[in-house]
């Protein structure tokens, strides 16, 4: 069976028509928009002493981890529940678009969105805040795409069993309060006790987060590197298993 491949004018379509949907629902697009400038502005104002460079760069590492989670996984639960129940995705199997184009698609503006504004909280916040710009932006682009796309599958997962778009802020709950409590978002995992560290390591977002830390920081070490690279491709393969298994493309009856 051959793989799936994307079309860049179906994608560039399928995309459009979903950030006219995004645009239309201002409170929610406002709050995205101005969410970096906020972080920003309130860390500046609480930080003080010798370690607030130290502590302003583990927060802007982990305003990353936020925005990823907020406007990728978050927001796009939403837009793909919606999507179902309004037969939007029904729709678009019967035309050209194949399986992976309508979820790229959907999910290409809240993409968008989230490198924008990542892009915005790194460079301003290290303007702002005084703290060195990332040691390897290399890494930290790689980090961040691999979160844009590791998410995006698992909130394709999550409204499989979501029923509406009511209830999407129960059911992405669980994995928002595991990432932000295990997977190193303020707190590196490692600083945990025990067992707790080492199951913090295998949560579906500390791979990406070591990274992210790895490529503003730098100095990881190569085996370091490898094991967060290993933890999200583990994690990408596992969740693309799962969206071809449990995926929803019509409303439940």
């Given at each position: 069976?051959?793989?799936?491949?994307?079309?860049?004018?179906?994608?560039?379509?399928?995309?459009?028509?979903?950030?006219?949907?995004?645009?239309?629902?201002?409170?929610?697009?406002s709050v995205a928009l101005l969410m970096?400038?906020?972080?920003?502005?309130?860390?500046?104002?609480?930080?003080?002493?010798?370690?607030?460079?130290?502590?302003?760069?583990?927060?802007?590492?982990?305003?990353?981890?936020?925005?990823?989670?907020?406007?990728?996984?978050?927001?796009?639960?939403?837009?793909?529940?919606?999507?179902?129940?309004?037969?939007?995705?029904?729709?678009?199997?019967?035309?050209?678009?194949?399986?992976?184009?309508?979820?790229?698609?959907?999910?290409?503006?809240?993409?968008?969105?989230?490198?924008?504004?990542?892009?915005?909280?790194?460079?301003?916040?290290?303007?702002?805040?005084?703290?060195?710009?990332?040691?390897?932006?290399?890494?930290?682009?790689?980090?961040?795409?691999?979160?844009?796309?590791?998410?995006?599958?698992?909130?394709?997962?999550?409204?499989?069993?979501?029923?509406?778009?009511?209830?999407?802020?129960?059911?992405?709950?669980?994995?928002?309060?595991?990432?932000?409590?295990?997977?190193?978002?303020?707190?590196?995992?490692?600083?945990?006790?025990?067992?707790?560290?080492?199951?913090?390591?295998?949560?579906?977002?500390?791979?990406?987060?070591?990274?992210?830390?790895?490529?503003?920081?730098?100095?990881?070490?190569?085996?370091?590197?490898?094991?967060?690279?290993?933890?999200?491709?583990?994690?990408?393969?596992?969740?693309?298993?799962?969206?071809?298994?449990?995926?929803?493309?019509?409303?439940?009856?």
């Amino acid at each position: 069976m051959s793989m799936p491949t994307l079309s860049p004018g179906r994608l560039t379509a399928l995309g459009r028509c979903e950030l006219t949907l995004l645009v239309r629902n201002r409170a929610a697009l406002s709050v995205a928009l101005l969410m970096p400038a906020l972080m920003v502005f309130v860390l500046r104002s609480t930080l003080s002493g010798d370690t607030a460079a130290a502590v302003a760069e583990a927060t802007l590492t982990g305003g990353i981890g936020m925005v990823l989670m907020l406007v990728v996984y978050m927001n796009l639960v939403s837009a793909f529940v919606a999507r179902r129940e309004e037969l939007v995705l029904k729709r678009l199997r019967t035309g050209e678009a194949n399986d992976l184009e309508i979820l790229a698609g959907t999910a290409l503006p809240a993409a968008v969105l989230a490198v924008g504004q990542i892009t915005v909280l790194a460079v301003a916040g290290a303007a702002a805040l005084d703290v060195r710009m990332p040691a390897n932006p290399l890494l930290l682009a790689a980090a961040v795409l691999a979160g844009v796309v590791l998410l995006a599958g698992m909130a394709a997962v999550t409204s499989s069993f979501t029923r509406n778009v009511e209830s999407a802020g129960l059911t992405t709950l669980p994995l928002f309060l595991l990432t932000v409590l295990g997977s190193g978002l303020f707190v590196p995992a490692d600083s945990l006790p025990g067992v707790l560290a080492s199951v913090s390591e295998l949560l579906p977002l500390s791979g990406v987060m070591a990274l992210v830390r790895a490529g503003w920081s730098g100095g990881a070490e190569a085996y370091d590197l490898l094991g967060a690279a290993l933890n999200t491709l583990a994690w990408v393969m596992i969740t693309v298993f799962a969206v071809q298994k449990w995926f929803r493309w019509e409303p439940r009856r």
